[in-house]
């Protein structure tokens, strides 16, 4: 991309401020195809959009979410894109994966055009700019949270179907951040360079906002995370803001030319970090969401010609492939780069970017051949060329992660990482995964371990943009049916029954609605279903009686001719959020029994074929029907052809909260169907510290309650450092309660002192792992004062 300097600086430097071409490689074969690669990872920041998805979205699997995000402050704060595998949207990794896209695309711009990805890229950039415009709604105010770390990690499921509040959180005037502020500002300035040859209306709407934030963190100097204390937690300002001061100069500059900018970055940068009890700059780790100091020594070794910047630059790049003073980043015997545990693939793509987009400005040709090369093995690394000969973007080349730590890719109902189904059901293509946790070339694809298995936007930035300048070197072809869409992999929103009780004038029905939708996720808050079944002999609707001995939905209403003495009953269910949330939370079920006083034979009943006459085990049923409002979406009514497609289209619910049941009678017999469950994990960043040894904690949780009665949750999890082989929870009743039936534990209880031990399938929790057990009890649902938990 051509760019123009005061004269001055072009006198000085007009040989420096223009990137070299692109060396061309000894092979014209690429190791990948690159524009593949491409292609997929830009994908991805589609699948990690929030809010009102636009028209250009092309994930199948991904509807509309978080709908209500910033409400509490007066505001819609809705779009933006969610973190990693969780549904935080944290500003500061935001912006600083937008600058990195944004910068691809500055140097690179007819890489991506050529390529057929540009309209792509700019659409994920007008998406999140858009975003950040909503953000920002006055000079000092930029709001750089929504959604609580904690109470978002705690649960496992879709984006579409958040059940949690998800609170705002801004810096202001009063309390400020100068490096999510001048981390934004760089991100909106790098962006108004991209869309300037194209809309050049938006890019000045994006220059406004960035010259503000960068006032505003200029004036009110302060670590984001000390005002927006919830990221301290998730994306701690370690580094503090002196990069940010530097970085956001230097994109400002490049997007307007006014040097009082370039002044500023140079003045800023004798605050950059520097190694410990030295004056040498920091060289020992590299560009990522929290320090973009190393980013600052290239930009400004270009834009200036300085040698301060280049030697600080050349250090740091050395330290990555030869060493400086006998030492560098660890490599593993495959060849990869291992700066860091977590997430070790983004920090070798990050500085595989920076070095390639220096190399080609430098004219050192050892240095120039030593930092491309390595560029070029780091990202081939990643993408199959390593001991696994697997690739570690998703959906890509041979062998790739089937299992990322991302929620709504899982597809599950459960609230439970290691939940149905095993296998994600959504393929997140494009997908950098963290990568293996040592200098070992080791990787599991587990779900469970999010150190090698997390994604997130910053892990795809760098990549995204060194992989659009490998295509312009080595070429590559996207592919030209991509994305194909994904399809259900089963039934998502149906029914299933089983036969509970038959008498000689009478049936009863045990049936289940199930909500185990992921095309996309959604709720049903308006379903209801009908039991169809014929009058024999000379029987009449009156007298037909219709009970429920459990009910989670409204009791059954009817009966209602449908043809002839064919009647149906309906159970409405509309007002309870039936939702891919959790166990409970993705069903309700209702027994209900058809009495006659007058003939019965329910053989011949539409609706009694292919129920099941083993209670405890339901059979998915096709004759009856299941509603959402007055659209049918389930099953087949009599007389009918079987329904096209399993896959009900539901409108999704923005952020559905589970609505209580109705009052179950005094004796129900719930399906509960707990199972063992490793806590969510946390997204990149550091987290407490458990307790050493072993340790656990019980929650005690009111699920329903009614007249005379109630259920109870109780969670148990390993605190400690230490697995434990079993557990004890013990708690005293206040108020004369009575458990009636437990499940998943064995009780015992003595006046109001209750005492519950594990079954031998759960009592084996290794550090962070938790499982649940639950009941009916009698009385009221009063939470015990004091719950406690005893670990074997």
């Not at 080609?360 to 070029?376: C, E, G, I, N, Q």
């Not at 991302?406 to 939940?419: E, I, Q, S």
């Not at 059901?425 to 950098?432: E, K, M, Q, V």
Request: charged share 15%.
């Amino acid at each position: 991309m051509r760019r123009t300097f005061p004269a001055l600086a072009a006198l000085i430097i007009s040989t420096a401020v223009v990137p070299a071409a692109v060396p061309m490689s000894a092979s014209a074969a690429p190791a990948f195809n690159y524009g593949e690669a491409l292609q997929k990872s830009l994908f991805f920041y589609e699948a990690q959009q929030s809010g009102k998805l636009p028209s250009t979205n092309r994930v199948t699997w991904r509807g509309d979410s978080a709908l209500n995000d910033g409400k509490d402050a007066g505001l819609d704060l809705t779009g933006g894109w969610y973190d990693a595998g969780d549904h935080v949207k944290f500003g500061l990794p935001m912006a600083f994966s937008t600058t990195m896209l944004a910068w691809g695309a500055v140097d690179y711009r007819d890489a991506y055009a050529s390529s057929g990805q540009l309209t792509y890229l700019l659409n994920s950039l007008r998406f999140v700019n858009d975003y950040f415009v909503k953000a920002h709604p006055s000079p000092n105010v930029l709001y750089g949270q929504v959604g609580s770390g904690n109470a978002d990690h705690a649960w496992w499921g879709a984006a579409e179907v958040l059940p949690m509040s998800r609170p705002s959180y801004k810096i202001d005037s009063s309390c400020g951040g100068a490096d999510l502020a001048g981390e934004t500002a760089a991100a909106m300035a790098a962006s108004s360079i991209v869309f300037r040859p194209t809309d050049p209306s938006y890019a000045d709407k994006l220059l406004t906002h960035a010259k503000q934030l960068y006032t505003f963190a200029d004036t009110v100097r302060g670590k984001y995370s000390d005002c927006i204390t919830d990221a301290a937690n998730f994306y701690k300002s370690w580094s503090g803001y002196n990069d940010e001061l530097v970085w956001g100069a230097i994109w400002l500059y490049r997007a307007t030319q006014d040097s009082s900018y370039l002044a500023k970055a140079e003045s800023y940068y004798a605050n950059l970090g520097t190694e410990p009890q030295s004056t040498t700059r920091s060289y020992k780790w590299t560009i990522a969401w929290d320090d973009k100091s190393y980013g600052c020594y290239a930009l400004l070794a270009k834009l200036t010609g300085k040698q301060q910047y280049a030697d600080d630059a050349n250090r740091w790049l050395d330290w990555w492939t030869v060493g400086v003073n006998g030492q560098k980043v660890n490599y593993s015997p495959g060849g990869q780069a291992v700066l860091d545990s977590w997430g070790s693939l983004r920090y070798a793509a990050n500085t595989a970017f920076v070095a390639l987009d220096y190399s080609d400005w430098l004219t050192d040709t050892t240095r120039k051949a030593r930092y491309h090369d390595f560029a070029v093995r780091q990202i081939n690394y990643a993408l199959g060329d390593n001991p696994r000969k697997s690739s570690y973007e998703i959906g890509f080349g041979t062998n790739p992660p089937r299992n990322p730590h991302h929620r709504t890719a899982h597809g599950t109902w459960t609230n439970n990482l290691n939940g149905e189904p095993e296998q994600s059901r959504h393929i997140l293509y494009g997908a950098l995964v963290g990568g293996p946790k040592s200098a070992d070339d080791a990787y599991t694809d587990s779900r469970a371990d999010y150190t090698m298995n997390e994604v997130a936007t910053d892990y795809n930035a760098g990549f995204t943009s060194a992989l659009v300048r490998l295509y312009k070197e080595y070429g590559g072809t996207p592919l030209a049916n991509f994305p194909v869409a994904e399809t259900p992999d089963g039934p998502e929103i149906y029914l299933q029954a089983a036969l509970n009780a038959t008498g000689q004038n009478f049936t009863e029905i045990k049936t289940l609605v199930y909500n185990h939708s992921a095309w996309p996720a959604r709720a049903l808050t308006d379903g209801s279903f009908r039991y169809y079944f014929t009058l024999d002999g000379d029987t009449t609707p009156g007298q037909i009686t219709l009970t429920a001995n459990y009910n989670q939905c409204k009791p059954p209403t009817g009966p209602t001719q449908f043809s002839g003495k064919v009647y149906y009953v309906t159970i409405d269910c509309s007002g309870q959020v039936i939702a891919p949330q959790g166990q409970s939370e993705s069903r309700r079920e209702v027994q209900f029994r058809i009495a006659s006083s007058g003939s019965w034979d329910p053989s011949n009943d539409w609706s009694y074929t292919g129920v099941s006459t083993t209670p405890s085990t339901p059979a998915t049923v096709q004759n009856m029907t299941l509603y959402s409002g007055s659209t049918k979406i389930w099953g087949n009514a009599p007389g009918t052809e079987p329904s096209p497609s399993p896959s009900p289209s539901v409108s999704p619910s923005a952020s559905p909260s589970p609505s209580p049941s109705a009052s179950p009678s005094a004796s129900p017999s719930p399906s509960p169907s707990p199972s063992v469950s490793p806590s969510p994990s946390p997204s990149p960043s550091p987290s407490p510290s458990p307790v050493t040894g072993k340790a656990c904690t019980a929650t005690y949780k009111v699920t329903n309650s009614w007249q005379g009665g109630f259920q109870a949750d109780v969670t148990v999890g390993n605190s400690g450092t230490s697995a434990v082989s079993g557990w004890t929870v013990a708690w005293s009743f206040p108020n004369g309660q009575t458990v009636s039936q437990l499940w998943s534990g064995t009780v015992s209880q003595s006046g109001s002192n209750v005492t519950v031990k594990n079954l031998s399938w759960n009592g084996s929790l290794s550090a962070g792992a938790t499982t649940s057990f639950g009941f009916t009890g009698t009385g009221s649902g009063t939470v015990p004062s004091s719950v406690t938990c005893t670990p074997a």
